[in-house]
């Protein structure tokens, strides 16, 4: 089994009720999948995800379209430093 549908079947068995899922838990999961979808493709394994998992993550994505999505967290904006002008990367 692929590591991405190990994923799927990981985040769908913790959290089975579409309730469960928030848009910071959706974009953990995307966050997962993704660093996983990179393992698979340096392994050379195959595009294997269930379609039963994908049908049950495009649906949790359907409820939460329904929600206001929060504002992200970036990377804090630039700041000048007003001394020697140089420009400074926040904490």
């Not at 493709?41 to 993550?57: A, M, Y």
């Not at 904006?77 to 002008?85: A, F, G, I, W």
Request: aromatic letters at 8%; one cysteine or more; glycine letters at 4%.
């Amino acid at each position: 089994m692929c590591l991405v549908s190990s994923g799927y079947e990981m985040f769908r068995e913790a959290l089975p009720n579409h309730t469960q899922w928030t848009w910071p838990v959706f974009y953990d999961f995307n966050k997962v999948i993704e660093l996983l979808e990179k393992i698979d493709t340096k392994l050379g394994n195959p595009d294997c995800v269930d379609e039963t998992k994908k049908e049950f993550i495009q649906s949790v994505l359907e409820e939460l379209k329904k929600q206001p999505q929060p504002k992200r967290r970036g990377r804090p904006p630039k700041k000048q430093n007003t001394n020697n002008n140089e420009t400074l990367e926040g904490p």
